[in-house]
């Protein structure tokens, strides 16, 4: 996945830029970059591994390394950015946010009609950046070039753009699965993936751009939009349950909000059915399912609490290391129980999302071990069934990977495969086994997913401008 910040300023822009993307480091862990307009300077770029160390420590000399009154920041979960262009457009830095599926068809058509060449990457991968940049170039201003390259490419492309006059141009994908947001202060811009970025550092968000909607920015004029929003959305609905920030609203609808919603119609549906009686505690699998619980507990009237705590001053994030056994190894490493809300006790834990199951199965049998009486589960959105083809988070190498796909095999073989709207459901019998053959593997006392209509009820916007595709597969 990943994010980008960019601001341009009547004053140096170096400072804005380096916390606003600082504060999207939880969409991404390979790379950060940023890069600078300065008259005098012209562009400057700088781009390091932020696999190990986060952003913050690695660009803290760019105060000294970076000046201008205009600049671009990413975090990226892929290729090295932002890239400096040199093209018959003029010299600019270059930053996406997406996923490119045909990168290889495309590559293949451009390499035939220019006869050019690509910088290549270990392995002949071409950055995802420099190829849209060459789509870019096929016409005669960024505004066509940027169309051009969004209905060219399969999948996702969200581009943030610093032209060699200091100007910024942003463009949201095609169909709007991820936010753009553009901020204001006085005579300045930003553009920002997450609000409370645009909000913390003293800008008001002034528009969120439509679905493939572009603008340029310049300290001190009026936006101007070099192309208009498009009708059709599909805006990710796992922004607001999982990866999205908590403080951040896309769509008018706030994350924290969203997720205490949807907390609260599990509970809901739980009360209903006569399920999960006799909890005595109601915990979020920290950090993100944190507000679905307490969503839930506020509904039930059963007490939070945190029956362990994430040690999180010196261990990186979960999912950090590349190698699955180091990420176990550094969650595990992270739980510190606490004896005295999980022995002898029932509880209940909300989860935003039960994607591979790789982690769930130790939570669980280190709860167990120290003394928990029983352990249920409930998952903040539905049963994923497809891994996504649009954007990088929830993505999969094999939707084998996926739990439900791994335990509908072990049911049934891939004739099951013909009945997955049947198994994502509570209420059919493929649904019912799919639940109990996932509380036997993690021995979970119960387990239910939040329904799909559930979930588009706790974002509370029209349903046909949100993407569901990995829980129906429904583009």
């Not at 004739?415 to 019912?432: C, I, M, V």
């Amino acid at each position: 996945m990943g994010g980008f910040f960019g601001a341009v300023c009547r004053q140096d822009a170096i400072s804005d830029v380096f916390f606003g993307t600082d504060y999207h480091s939880h969409l991404g862990t390979a790379r950060g970059g940023m890069a600078a307009y300065d008259e005098g300077i012209g562009l400057q770029r700088e781009i390091h591994n932020i696999q190990n160390s986060p952003f913050r420590t690695k660009f803290e000399h760019i105060f000294e390394e970076m000046k201008g009154a205009s600049a671009i920041g990413c975090i990226s979960d892929s290729d090295p950015q932002p890239l400096l262009i040199r093209s018959k457009l003029g010299t600019y830095a270059i930053c996406t946010v997406g996923l490119i599926n045909n990168a290889t068809q495309l590559i293949e058509q451009y390499l035939t009609v220019s006869g050019g060449h690509f910088d290549s990457m270990t392995g002949g991968r071409i950055n995802s950046n420099e190829l849209v940049a060459a789509l870019i170039s096929q016409k005669d201003s960024f505004a066509e070039g940027i169309r051009f390259a969004q209905q060219a490419i399969d999948g996702t492309a969200s581009i943030l753009i610093l032209k060699d006059d200091g100007n910024l141009i942003a463009a949201r994908d095609l169909l709007g699965r991820i936010p753009v947001q553009i901020g204001k202060r006085g005579d300045d811009y930003c553009v920002s993936f997450e609000s409370f970025a645009c909000n913390k550092l003293g800008y008001t968000v002034e528009k969120e751009l439509g679905p493939g909607e572009i603008v340029e920015l310049s300290a001190g004029k009026e936006i101007m939009q070099l192309a208009p929003p498009g009708e059709k959305m599909r805006i990710c609905s796992f922004l607001w349950t999982y990866y999205g920030y908590p403080a951040s609203t896309y769509e008018g609808v706030n994350v924290e909000t969203m997720r205490t919603r949807d907390g609260a119609i599990m509970a809901e549906h739980d009360a209903a059915m006569g399920t999960a009686e006799g909890v005595d505690f109601v915990s979020g699998l920290p950090d993100s399912g944190t507000p679905h619980a307490i969503g839930y507990a506020n509904q039930s009237h059963i007490p939070f609490a945190r029956p362990y705590i994430k040690y999180t001053p010196t261990w990186a994030r979960s999912f950090t290391p590349q190698r699955q056994v180091d990420r176990a190894k550094v969650a595990k490493m992270k739980q510190i129980p606490n004896p005295d809300l999980i022995q002898d006790k029932s509880l209940l834990f909300v989860d935003d999302s039960i994607v591979r199951g790789t982690q769930l199965q130790e939570t669980v049998e280190f709860l167990y071990e120290n003394g928990a009486k029983a352990v249920h589960m409930r998952s903040g959105c539905p049963p994923i069934m497809y891994s996504c083809k649009y954007l990088n988070f929830s993505r999969s190498n094999s939707e084998m990977e996926l739990l439900a796909r791994r335990i509908i095999l072990d049911l049934e073989g891939e004739e099951g495969f013909q009945y997955l709207d049947e198994y994502s459901s509570s209420e059919t019998e493929r649904g019912k086994k799919l639940r109990k053959a996932i509380c036997e593997k993690f021995n979970f006392s119960s387990l239910e997913f939040q329904s799909l209509e559930g979930i588009i009820k706790a974002i509370g916007i029209d349903p046909c401008k949100l993407c569901t595709y990995c829980w129906n597969g429904k583009e």
